[in-house]
């Protein structure tokens, strides 16, 4: 009978490892905040198009497989790595592409998120900094 990890848990390890933190209190980096979110209230999040969240999230089924972490084994996509899929999608439309760090980005992020109950939103923030990564717990090796 094998340990069963949260979702929780399971998107905080995929963190760490994606963005080469340690699991050490020693080793990790102070001020160092990783937030975990399983759904956000309709007003947490901008107004971003339902057509298009349902056209991203559609593209995104096939891409979960290309995005399985070495270390983690769960699959995992960056504001970084959504960024480039969703520049993608607004090159085809015409539309000015998005910077990883934008609102919109995060708001995309969320709605993802929103949307399907098996995916799990992290936010790191380390001084200044911040990112962002969408686990998705039920695609792994």
């Known amino acids: 009978m094998g340990f069963m990890m949260s979702k929780a848990d399971i998107a905080r390890n995929a963190a760490i490892s ?4 340690s699991q050490s209190k020693d080793a990790f ?4 905040k990783i ?6 209230q309709d007003d947490d999040v901008s107004e971003v198009s339902v057509e298009f969240i ?11 497989l290309d995005n399985i972490g070495s270390l983690s084994k769960v699959a995992r996509i960056s504001n970084y790595d959504l960024c480039a899929y969703v520049n993608q999608f ?5 539309l000015s592409p998005l910077s990883p760090k934008s609102p919109e ?8 998120v929103s949307k399907n109950p098996c995916l799990t939103f992290v936010k790191i ?9 969408i686990v998705n717990p039920e695609v792994s090796v």
């Open 54 to 64: 349902n056209e991203l999230d559609a593209f995104l089924k096939k891409k979960w």
């Open 29 to 32: 980096p102070r001020g160092t």
């Open 105 to 112: 980005m995060e708001s995309i992020m969320k709605k993802l």
């Open 18 to 21: 994606y963005f080469g933190l």
């Open 90 to 94: 607004k090159q085809k439309k015409n």
């Open 125 to 133: 923030t380390h001084t200044k900094d911040i990112k962002y990564l």
């Open 35 to 40: 937030e975990i979110f399983e759904n956000f």
